[in-house]
């Protein structure tokens, strides 16, 4: 099953997340599908980009969101 989940990245004490589509039984350091947004909670207010039309695409093909993305895309504009 597909997962749309973070990927850390970035220095310690500034981390910056890539939002992704991977295989729920890897890791998120593994291989992924596809990169569809990014989120920089560092930034006041976060920094944001989510490719929404992507996002609905993998929802359909029936990838799951991880909580974390789910409260993200509902605070996103």
């Given amino acids: 099953m597909l997962k749309i989940r973070l990927r850390r990245g970035g220095a310690t004490h500034s ?6 589509v991977s295989d729920s039984l890897n890791t998120p350091r593994a291989s992924m599908v596809e990169q569809i947004g990014h989120y920089d909670p560092k930034k ?3 920094d944001v980009k ?6 609905d695409y993998w929802v359909s093909k ?15 504009p």
Avoid: C, E, M
């Fill in 15 to 20: 981390p910056f997340y890539r939002i992704v």
């Fill in 62 to 76: 029936g990838a799951q969101l991880s909580p974390t993305v789910k409260s993200i895309l509902k605070k996103a």
């Fill in 44 to 46: 006041n207010p976060a």
């Fill in 50 to 55: 989510i490719d929404r039309t992507r996002v």
